[in-house]
């Protein structure tokens, strides 16, 4: 089992491999989303023997305050607030059961979200980032491209909340403009997100053009 990130932390990566910051209002989050591939499996590197320690145990071993907001939850959530979501595409069937854990019966038991293949076919995106402690830390993120796509996606449907649609839409827009200045060798084409649907890619290219983004979503 693979995990990325693949909400607002992966922005980060993105950022370290352009060079550039962008505005504290695109990256501030509370949250850390973890997406879950269910068809391969993680590899965990320690220091010492973690046994079959589930997500929420290594959480742990960072900060003690990290606990279950209840049982068989997705989400653990530490002392100050700042939450941790495990999440992993719905499964193509509905008859088809899907590991949800990574540890034990107490682990975080990963929610199952609509279109999330998307991301889980998208190449993988990692780099080396500097924490706040100034120790260097690996993220591994989707491709920006799929990213951006499936931020815009997410930003058109009527059930999010409004202020995560518009939070979305800036996010989708912010990174289309990297990969288009700074990612020359990773174009918008067909051929290279197609693992998207065709009309998601025809509606984020009418979104780029309306937002008068420079030169490089082309048929």
């Not at 693979?2 to 993105?14: L, V």
């Not at 700042?82 to 008859?95: F, G, I, Q, R």
């Not at 038991?109 to 690996?138: C, H, M, T, Y």
Request: charged share 30%; net charge positive.
């Amino acid at each position: 089992m693979q995990t990325r990130r693949n909400g607002t932390n992966a922005i980060y990566a993105y950022e370290a491999s352009a060079g550039v910051f962008f505005e504290r209002e695109i990256t501030a989050t509370r949250d850390l989303d973890v997406l879950c591939d269910v068809r391969s499996r993680m590899r965990l590197y320690a220091l010492e023997d973690m046994d079959s320690a589930g997500l929420v145990d290594i959480l742990k071993k960072a900060d003690r305050s990290f606990d279950l907001v209840r049982e068989s939850s997705f989400r653990a959530v530490n002392k100050t607030g700042y939450m941790v979501d495990l999440v992993k595409p719905e499964p193509k069937s509905v008859a088809k059961k899907e590991k949800r854990r990574i540890g034990g019966p107490n682990d975080l038991a990963a929610d199952q979200i609509r279109n999330l293949q998307w991301l889980v076919s998208s190449p993988k995106f990692s780099r080396i980032v500097v924490g706040e402690d100034g120790f260097p830390a690996k993220i591994v993120s989707p491709d920006p491209r799929a990213f951006a796509l499936h931020k815009l996606w997410m930003s058109e449907q009527p059930d999010r909340e409004p202020i995560k649609r518009g939070r979305d839409r800036v996010q989708a827009l912010a990174v289309c403009r990297l990969v288009l200045k700074y990612f020359t060798a990773l174009p918008f084409e067909p051929r290279e997100l197609r693992m998207f649907p065709k009309n998601v890619v025809e509606d984020a290219k009418a979104e780029i053009e309306v937002a008068q983004m420079p030169p490089g979503f082309d048929e």
